[in-house]
């Protein structure tokens, strides 16, 4: 096996808070306890097809544990297989990995860490099994939706900005006795919307995994009012849809390689509960604010873990592998099994059978 000198690091698809926090510990484990090399990739994978690539020292990451947001640049789109570039006036999309191969081959860098979702984990598990390079994965994602671990750094940020908003929403509900709708992201998984829902108190939680019924939903509100409790929080993830229905997309990209832009079952909602209940109903998406902002102590915490396992994962020659937390332990699994099995709310989980105990509803 080749003796490792040289390391990138690259942060790849949408931002969220942590990944400072694992460049970070990417960065002083790799140059104090190994002795290698970090080199810095902007924008993801862009940065190995245009050959964006600098010395990242120890220096460069002091001070950044509790930033937001990635001192690396992402992107959503730059797949170097599916490589969007405009010919003739046509927009083509065109295989580029050898581009990526030469720049890797150039700087000499022996092993990549790709900090990333499963858009990104696929990319690396791509390049590891064509070309060989030696990968190490971190998971992130405020989704929470990567196979192979149990929770993703970002999902604990992002709760709480939701969970925080359920809480100021509850007040002014309350005050004018009206229905809120709150819709939080999570794309096909409903995690953020369940956990934000449950900690939150909402009254009725909407998530991709149970396909709801209008009219059931109004049931839960007007069954409410009976009670005395003349407000209703509605928490709705943004890949809820109906019964038999679809998802609401917000605008469709013409770029295959994006990933479907969702946005409006808030509404959609909102506006249905007003019809049939004759209640008074406000909606709120959250939007970006769930993925800004300074990482809670729990991911700093898991990305620091994350970040200073995967360097070790490095040392001890387990490419292909991306680190995971399994329990309290940080583990390795194959990028294969975290690309290949996306994590879903299972409808007849504890936690959802605990909260339609409590009288939330779902829909059903
Ligand atoms: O995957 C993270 C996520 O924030 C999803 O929850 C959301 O659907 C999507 O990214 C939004 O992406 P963009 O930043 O491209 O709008």
């Keep these: 096996m080749k003796r490792v000198k040289r390391i990138g690091v690259l942060t790849a698809g949408g931002d969220c808070p942590g990944l400072n926090a694992v460049i970070r510990a990417v960065v002083k484990t790799a140059i104090n306890e190994y002795g290698y090399e970090v080199l810095g990739i902007r924008d993801g994978f862009a940065g190995l097809i245009k050959k964006n690539v600098f010395p990242l020292t120890e220096r460069d990451v002091s001070g950044i544990l509790p930033r937001g947001g990635t001192i690396l640049g992402t992107s959503n789109r730059d797949n170097p297989f599916k490589y969007k570039v405009e010919k003739d006036g046509k927009t083509e999309f065109v295989d580029v990995s050898e581009q990526v191969i030469k720049t890797i081959e150039y700087n000499e860098i022996d092993v990549i860490v790709s900090i990333g979702g499963d858009g990104t984990q696929s990319i690396a598990l791509e390049f590891y099994e064509r070309y060989g390079v030696p990968m190490v994965g971190v998971p992130k994602t405020i989704d929470n939706d990567l196979g192979g671990t149990d929770v993703t750094f970002g999902f604990d940020s992002a709760l709480q900005v939701a969970t925080f908003s359920i809480d100021k929403l509850h007040s002014t509900a309350e005050s004018h006795h009206r229905v809120m709708v709150i819709e939080v992201m999570g794309r096909d998984a409903g995690w953020i919307a369940l956990h934000a829902g449950v900690a939150g108190g909402g009254d009725v939680i909407l998530i991709p995994e149970i396909p709801y019924d209008i009219d059931k939903v109004a049931e839960t509100i007007e069954r409410r009012v009976k009670k005395g409790k003349r407000f209703s929080l509605v928490v709705v993830s943004e890949g809820a849809k109906p019964k038999g229905g679809d998802v609401v997309v917000k605008k469709i990209v013409d770029d295959p390689t ?8 808030g509404n959609k909602v909102g506006d249905e509960i007003e019809e049939k209940t004759g209640m008074e109903t406000r909606v709120t998406v959250l939007g970006h604010l769930q993925r800004g902002g300074s990482p809670s102590p729990f991911d700093r ?12 994962l490095i040392h001890e020659g387990k490419f292909g592998q991306m680190v995971a937390s399994k329990g309290n332990d940080i583990v390795n699994v194959s990028l294969a099994e975290a690309a290949r099995n996306p994590r879903r709310v299972d409808p007849n989980s504890d936690i959802v059978k605990m909260a339609m105990a409590l009288g939330t509803g779902f829909g059903i």
């Design 258 to 265: 994006m990933p479907i832009r969702l946005g409006g079952i």
């Design 301 to 312: 915490l898991l990305a620091t873990r994350f970040g200073y396992h995967a360097v070790k």
